[in-house]
């Protein structure tokens, strides 16, 4: 039995969108145009892809009582934008023998199975319009693009926004940003730049200088005049803040220091071997690959270095292969140590030094900050292991939403269990082409000096606090 009861359904999940009032609004003048009666509006504001539709599922328990006969929208797309949930959805109704009545896609069939065909039309044309919609802003996007007309108001820092082709230069901000490739090409790397801008107070829109600030400054190619996006890189018709030139320079020393950075490498015996011959301090050497042939891998090694500098009649010198040696040590250091009692000392001196650096901090409370430090060093020199730097790290972050000072606690710190040293340890000895930071921490901590001949036969270990040959020790 058709009564002329009604319910509706409107949604805004955009402020674009027509509002939640003008929706039903038009809802209700339609339902009173036909005498409906319109019992109930139901509602969804959100957005986002992820938003509850509590309203819609209200509307759809509501449309199952039987108790309507009409649905009303405003626009099919409020149901939803996919064609076939819409059929869907139009299936479910006439089930419970409620008519879909949209205004803005009026559906004039009056069979079910004609309306059905209506809304598949419908939706398959709205789904068309929204891609031509987005086509469109792609190609009038290419259209600026390709004028060197910037996309969107959003513009670097050192440039203020008028028009569409009226951007000019700040000209403070653009001082700033001409300091900032000043200071990176004499030198200064992003984190010395930030401190320098910070102690003159200079703010990037109100905050101070971070180094994604700085890189981004250094790298955006329209300080240049340029403007670089995913439609290629043309010539802006924006005025330049730096030379094109100057950017390049740039370009190169960060080329440059990128590389340097792969060059680096940690020795974990740096400062612990001696020059049999001369005494000096043994230092690092690279070796290869040439420019020409990348076919090997560089060679480190532990060079003397008088010999290295000045030559045979300065010293006679001693040339160690980095890996070898290391491994050698390695393992004669993890064997001694991994020693029930030897691991019950250096436990217990590791949490009497933990402790002790406590101590020196007294009972104030720190600094969030500063308790991350000191997590961070006690999992670099070995003392924590991943899980417990998580563990604190986490503890420490659930500070931070207040900001308000950290407690130490005493029981994170404390518990350098036997098992987990032991663990530690062992899994500290595998050395690997390039030492990790918590083995150049660890046996730079525990090593004291290393003793050996001019043949390059390792004589002696002495480890810290420990007086005796660990070698001749294992021989008894
Ligand atoms: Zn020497």
Redesign the pocket.
């Known amino acids: 039995m058709e009564s002329n009861h009604a319910i509706g359904y409107i949604r805004q999940s955009t402020s674009k969108q027509k509002s939640l009032e003008w929706q039903q609004d038009v809802i209700q003048q339609e339902a009173g145009k036909r005498n409906r009666q319109l019992v109930h509006v139901f509602h969804d504001k959100a957005s986002g892809k992820n938003s509850e539709r509590t309203g819609f599922s209200l509307m759809k328990a509501s449309i199952a009582t039987k108790k309507y006969t009409f649905l009303y929208v405003w626009r099919l797309d409020r149901i939803s934008r996919n064609v076939s949930d819409l059929l869907e959805f139009h299936d479910y109704c006439s089930q419970y023998g409620v008519i879909i009545v949209s205004i803005a896609d009026p559906i004039t069939a009056t069979g079910d199975s004609m309306a059905r065909f209506q809304i598949s039309v419908i939706g398959s044309v709205a789904q068309l319009q929204r891609e031509l919609i987005a086509e469109n802003q792609r190609i009038a996007f290419r259209r600026k693009h390709d004028l060197g007309l910037q996309l969107t108001a959003r513009v670097p820092f050192g440039y203020r926004y008028i028009s569409t082709d009226k951007i000019v230069i700040q000209e403070e901000e653009a001082e700033t940003v001409r300091r900032v490739y000043a200071l990176y090409l004499s030198g200064s790397g992003y984190k010395r730049i930030c401190s320098i801008l910070a102690a003159e107070g200079i703010k990037v829109r109100g905050n101070p200088f971070r180094v994604h600030n700085v890189r981004g400054i250094l790298t955006n190619a329209f300080y240049s005049g340029y403007i670089d996006n995913e439609f290629g890189n043309v010539k802006g018709i924006h005025p330049p803040i730096v030379t094109r030139k100057l950017q390049n320079d740039v370009g190169k020393i960060q080329q440059s220091r990128y590389v340097k950075k792969k060059d680096f490498r940690r020795q974990l015996l740096t400062g612990k071997i001696k020059?049999p011959?001369?005494g000096?301090n043994l230092t690092i050497h690279i070796v290869g690959p040439s420019q020409k042939s990348r076919s090997y891998n560089k060679l480190y090694y532990y060079n003397?270095p008088?010999?290295s500098v000045n030559g045979k009649l300065a010293?006679?010198?001693?040339h160690l292969r980095a890996n070898e040696i290391e491994a050698q040590i390695v393992t004669a250091v993890i064997a001694f140590l991994n020693d029930k009692e030897r691991l019950g000392q250096i436990q217990s001196q590791l949490n009497k030094k933990v402790v002790k650096k406590r101590d020196r901090t007294g009972e104030r409370t720190e600094s969030i900050e500063s308790r991350k430090q000191a997590a961070l060093v006690a999992f670099e020199k070995g003392v924590f292991s991943a899980k417990q730097l998580a563990d604190e790290l986490k503890r420490l972050n659930q500070y931070k939403a207040g900001g308000e000072a950290v407690q130490p606690k005493d029981e994170l710190l404390d518990t350098v269990r036997l098992k987990e040293l032991t663990e530690r340890i062992v899994s500290l000895g595998a050395v690997q082409q390039m030492p990790t930071v918590q083995q150049y921490h660890f046996f730079q901590e525990v090593i004291d000096r290393i003793d050996i001949d001019s043949q390059k036969k390792v004589l002696g270990i002495y480890l810290k606090g420990y007086k005796k040959n660990i070698l001749s020790e294992k021989k008894e």
């Open positions: 020059c011959h001369c000096k003397c008088l010999n010293c006679k010198g001693i």
